[in-house]
Structures are given as structure tokens and as C-alpha cells.
């Protein structure tokens, strides 16, 4: 039997309800459904709705159907189009007749925004918390690291050299921007619906203040209409799974790109690393390509929710059952995919030798040559010339840059020292830039900010209240 059979003479059509039943995707909210039902119910009773008796019965019977979702033993019937009239149904067969007042000045219009704003609400949270533990990662490999350097690129050519925990931190700010995005997200997402009813509130005197403060929201919505219909939260948590996901993905291509032989930067852990089932000698970073693979997923469910939202008028309309899927799909797949690269990042192994080794070729060095001459008055442009066919006059004839910067006329022996190993990333000074000191700044700085914005999240509960 259907929630509105009394509207309609006939059983509907059996495709109607296969094509319109989401079950299957939104059990998954059942215990948020269940905190707002008790929620709504308590309110009902502080309002004079429901005598303090009916209460405690809806009360109970949803007790009951807590222990039965979280023990497994609840059954879900054939008939349930989805999880919120499965909840009402079973509450119904315990309580009887007192269960038919459950849904008392409700509609699933504002109890499925309900439950999903909760749902979200933790998981986005949750996802922070992985984020977090990604960029805690990405901080102790910099620190692990010291001095070591490797080539800074730009246009994947190599430019000058960088220490290498300043290249692991620029993930790591990346990432908390992400942390600072789902922050956002979640002070706008805490607003409750319930008591919106179907679009236009109700003739009960409920009290949606009340249920809002019970559920742990910051406030209630202002509009009915756009509390039903508002699912901007759900985009703006697919746009922060999307961002999330690209630089997942870059910081994979990229451990994809320095774990090859051409490179030679990374080795991946035995443990990280998958084989081939026919070459035996291949070891391959999938989970790097893993995560660059799911960003096209991330973008797409994006994109395609956008699409959904688009055309809708106000208010609720069926349409919007569509954000399920994409989103717990988002969430599921991005924080799994924090957590992989999180695993592969600790666990990777620096080839530091190697990186060193390319750091300091003399030719890494060259604006360094410009920037002497620019201190003792010559102007940058010409500066630039004059290292510029230095260079290109080493590359033709095969003399070493240092030779023939030492028998420069405009550089000579006291320039060619920059040409040492080290010397250029020393000499960095820029506050923010790739140079030792402002290195170790920059790493206390980030650790300051990474606890400022674990204590941030603290706060939000990471199970049902
Ligand atoms: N399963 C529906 C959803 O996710 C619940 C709301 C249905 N409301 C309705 N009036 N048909 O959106």
C-alpha cells in the first residue's frame, strides 16, 4: 500500500514504482531519519500537537526501529517506494494507530531535506578529517626531508631548483583550501527544513525553532518554499568532492610521473603498488592513476547534478531524488580516495640522490647569474641576455656553463660559485619562496594552520547525536 492510496482507485502501476522508488539508494539515511522523525515528534508534543502518552509511544517504536537498522533485523518491504515511508511503515506495525500520527504536520518534502542536510552534515566532516590526515602526511614527509632539493618545473621542464618540502607542501596548502571550502559549506549547509511541510509550513502550530535547535542546527530556514526545493548544498558538496578530486588527481599524475624509470624521483611501497598479470617485472602505481581517474567521476557528478537543478521550478519536485546518488557517491569515492593517496604518500620512497642530482645542474641556476649582475646595477633585460648565450653557447660547443661563466667578462669566478650544489636554493630569500629559511617558516606557519583548523572541525559531531 502506498502513503496516498486513499487518493487513487487502483494499485499503481508496478513500472511506476520500480522507476520511482529509491530505496535502494537512500536507506542509507535511515538513522538520520530517524534522529529528525524523533525530532519532529518532540516537537509535535512541546507544541500541544501530541499529549505527552502518544509521544512517548512514537518514541519507542522509533527506538525500536533504531536498534533494528543498526543490528541489521529491520526489514525492508517489497511495497517501500523508499526510506522514510519504510521508517513509517514499521513504526505504524509497532505503535498502531498512535504510528498513523507520526507524519502530524510533516511531508517527505522536508524530512528527506532533512535527513540529507544530516547525513551531509557528518560525512562532509568526515571527508575534512581525512583531508586533514592527508595534509598531516604531506607535513611529516616535509619535515623528514630537511634539505633535500630536486628540479622545480614549469611546463613539466626543469626551471630552478626547490627544496622538496616545499613541493610537498604546495599539495598540502592546496588541500587546505579544500579543508577551508567544506568548512564553508557546512556553516551554510546548517539550516533545518523541517517544518516547512510539504511548501508552505502548516495550520498546526508547530515549532521549527524547537526541532532545529534539537537537531543540533545553527537556525531554521526562512522560507518554506526555498527549504524544500534548496539543494545548494548538495551542489556545493559535489563542487568540493570535484576540487578535492582534481588535486588528488594532479598529486597522482604526479607520483605517477617521478615513480617512473624516465624520472626516478619516487619508488612506491610493495604495499601501495600492484603488479601485472603478465609482465612479472612491472610494479604500478594504481593508485595514483586511480585517483586521477575518479576526478573525472567527481567533475561529472558535478556537472550532471548542476544540470538536474537547472531547469526545476519552485518548489519540491520529484527531480531532486536524483541528488542521492551523486552525492554519497562523491563522498564515498573522494575520502577513500584521501585515504589511498594518504597511504601511498607515507609510505613512498624518496629517491633523494636522484632528485639531488638534478637539482644541481649548473643550467638550474642561471636567474641566479642574472640576479648577481642585477645587484651590481646591470637591468634585468640585459642581465637575461647575457646568461641566456651563455647557455646557449655551452649546449652548442659542449663547455661546461661553469667554465665559461668563469671567463665571462660580466660574471667571472666569484658568479660561477652560485653554480654549486645547493647554492641556488640557498640564496632563495622570498618570505613564501623555495629557500631554506623561508622553508622553515613556511612549515610553521602550516602546522599552525593545520591544527587551527583540526580545532575547527572538532566540533562537529561525527555520529548522530
Ligand atoms: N524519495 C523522495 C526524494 O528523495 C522523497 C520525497 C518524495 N516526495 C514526494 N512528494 N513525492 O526526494
Redesign the pocket.
Known sequence: MTLWSGRMGVEPAEVMMAF?A?LDV?RRLAGDDVQASMAHVRGLGRSGILPEAEVDVLLAALGTVDEELSSGNFAFGAQD?????AIERRVTEIAGDTGARLHTGR???D???TA?RLYTRRELAALARAVLGLQATLLDRARGVGEARLPGYTHLQRAQPVLLAHHLLAHGWALGRDVDRIADALARLDVSPLGAG?LAGSSLPLDPDGTAADLGFARRFENSMDAVSDRDFVAESLFVCALLGVHLSRLGEEIVLFSSDEFGFYRLDDAWATGSSMLPQKKNPDVAELARGKAGRLVGHLAGFLTTLKGLPLS?N?D??E??EPLFDALDQVSLACRAIDGLVSSLVFELDTMRAAADAPVLAAVDLAEWLVERGTPFRQAHGIVGSLVRASLAGGAPLVELVTASPELGPEAAELLAPGAASARRRTPGGAGSAAVAVQLDRYAARLASDEARLAGIPAHNT
Do not use: P
Open positions: 520511482s529509491s537512500d517506494e523508499d526510506v522514510h515511508t511531508s517527505r518534502n524530512q528527506v531535506a540529507l510539504a519540491y520529484r531532486l531524488q541528488d542521492k
